[in-house]
């Protein structure tokens, strides 16, 4: 049971918090400000929370000894009120308003010095949506917060969007919005933030702070995976690992989950030390099916990680992989084919790849096998042609097996 505070107690801690937030304003210390819009990192109870709940007329209080601060006081006040209460619906909406009032504030201050602070309400707002919406969802009720504080972050964008110093801070709350739109699945809200950043005069990507930048390829990076723009995705995600904080390691693991399918489907394998080191095994038998052209165990490990390569969203990526097993399955062939008949080494019955496949437990007759090797010449995984009427691969003399060279199949 908590101790009894007095009210004497309790309106000395409520002035003293409220003192701390208009000095902090009045002085123009970002960092102190950011601090003390810190709503959803406390940990409840605390002296502040114990004195809101002895206090309930804390609202009033705030008003009248800050009047020029009446819409961000009373608001921000009850949304740490309710938040140590656990009412996160509540607490969102409460701080969505103090939000509101704080944006018009930075609007009007000519200088960044409260940067921080508005970086720290573009954090707060996201995860209080998300606390909101998970509560909200227990009780059987809709869970719009997250979505509605997208939209506060759009306004946020368009405050920091314009010429001057403040551009600077419009990076991270572009993260902030990456973060919501793929919890939200509304990726192709993406887009129009994307242009703004990329193409508009305002932003020089490289004034941005190096973590904003790695946040930012990371997602963006995502993206091309999901459209399948691997080269592209392979730049950034390549960026966002080169320049990441190697001390955070969790970090670095996030990169490359999706880093180590864009770098397979261009033939670059990475080393299993790498796998072991990050935690990301998943991917062992992916690799080792690439190396030995084995069919079966690349099925095996697509169906053994099915859920965790459908939920980060590289299941269809990894799938596409077949064909690269496939020729290393027809390489390994022309290999063995070399040392019994150097003379035939070139000439690879269909019939063969049929034997090899079923000593993988695969059934695949020849018109099946012969769709395959059409796709991988297609593809330009082989050099050669077919001599339809006697079922043969004729591969050439001259590298019948290209190397991808970093291009995607």
Known sequence: MAAYLSMGEAHR???????????????????????????????????????????????????DRYPHLSDLLPPLLRAIHSHSL?????????????????????????????????????????????????????????????????????????????????????????????????????????????????????????DFPVKDKVTYMYYTGRLEVFNENFLVADQKLTYALVHCNPQYESNLRRILKFLIPVKLSIGVLPRITLLERYNLLEYADVVTSLKRGDLRLLRQALERHEDQFLKSGVYLVLEKLELQVYQRLVKKIHIIQRQKEPAKAHQIKLEVVVKALKWLEIDM????????MACLIYKNLIKGYFAHKSKVLVLSKQDPFPKLNGKPV
């Open 365 to 372: 007759d020849v018109d099946e096998v012969e769709c395959i």
């Open 86 to 206: 656990r009412r996160f619906a509540d607490a969102y909406s409460s701080f969505e308003k103090a939000a509101n009032a704080f944006l018009q504030e930075f609007r009007n201050w000519e200088t960044p010095w409260a940067m921080e602070a508005m970086h720290t309400v573009a954090l707060e707002i996201r995860l209080l949506a998300e606390k909101a919406d998970r509560e909200l969802a227990t009780s059987g009720k809709n869970p719009d917060k997250l979505q509605a504080a997208g939209s506060f972050l759009m306004k946020v964008f368009g405050a920091l969007a314009v010429k001057g110093p403040k551009r600077i801070g419009a990076l991270y709350v572009t993260c902030q919005l990456f973060k919501i739109y793929f919890r939200l699945g509304t990726v192709h809200l993406c887009r129009s933030v994307i242009r703004s950043i990329e193409t508009a005069r305002n932003f020089d990507f490289e």
């Open 13 to 63: 801690r409520i002035a003293d918090y409220l003192s701390r937030v208009a000095d902090s304003v009045s002085s123009s210390d970002g960092a102190a400000l950011a601090s003390l819009l810190a709503v959803s990192s406390a940990q409840a109870p605390t002296p502040l929370s114990d004195a809101l709940s002895a206090f309930p007329d804390f609202p009033r209080l705030a008003a």
